[in-house]
């Protein structure tokens, strides 16, 4: 079973947060969370018995197809991707998706909490670490979006310090993204007030949720 990985769901939606919203782009969402933020959206894919595991040839035909209908890219999320090793299904995704007519493979972007090492070589890291859980060293050194979700005060000190740890690791330019926990209107406002005041951070916006899609 090991070229398998337990799938909640995979769909080809639009970007809706962080740096890339609003592109096209196809989501493999995978399971099991040992993180488990009392906030959190997707606590369906906290648990990894729950699902069935999917052949990573199948996924990746899967993305090929998203990339036919003008996908940008695919996004491995969770859940904590992480949680698993990531390279069998990054290889095959690469390796399926890069013909004769498109001599580069489709881009892979991962979205995590980074409590486990980084693997799979993904093209864009979004990091999304949580005050309980620190994440690696190696994923903050490669993180290209730093996405803090903010629920009170004591998250915008967490967000500093994460900001802090990044430009002290890594060698490249990172995004800081500060996201307020949806339908939290003294969250919402908080963060708003915090980026217009502070030039580093942008504001991230769920706007599929919004829309009203996936």
Not at 44 to 66: C, G, R, T
Not at 100 to 115: A, C, D, F, P, Y
Not at 148 to 170: G, P, R, V, W
């Amino acid at each position: 079973m090991k070229n398998t990985l337990p799938i909640v769901e995979r769909f080809h939606s639009l970007q809706g947060e962080g740096a890339h919203v609003g592109k096209s782009a196809f989501f493999i969402r995978l399971a099991s969370c040992k993180v488990r933020c009392p906030w959190c959206d997707t606590k369906q894919s906290w648990s990894e018995n729950a699902y069935p595991k999917i052949d990573i040839f199948d996924l990746s035909q899967s993305v090929v197809e998203a990339r036919t209908n003008g996908a940008n890219f695919v996004v491995l999320t969770g859940g904590e991707p992480l949680h698993h090793n990531l390279g069998p299904l990054c290889e095959a995704i690469r390796q399926e998706t890069k013909t004769e007519r498109t001599s580069s493979s489709i881009s892979i972007h991962l979205e995590t909490s980074g409590v486990d090492p980084l693997s799979g070589k993904p093209d864009w890291v979004t990091l999304s670490p949580k005050p309980h859980a620190p994440p690696k060293i190696d994923v903050l050194s490669a993180c290209d979006e730093l996405k803090i979700i903010i629920n009170d005060q004591t998250d915008l000190i967490f967000a500093e310090e994460m900001a802090s740890q990044i430009k002290e690791h890594s060698d490249h330019k990172t995004l800081f993204f500060l996201q307020a926990v949806w339908n939290n209107k003294q969250a919402q406002n908080l963060t708003y007030e915090y980026v217009k005041n502070n030039s580093e951070w942008r504001l991230s916006i769920q706007t599929h949720k919004w829309l009203g899609i996936q």
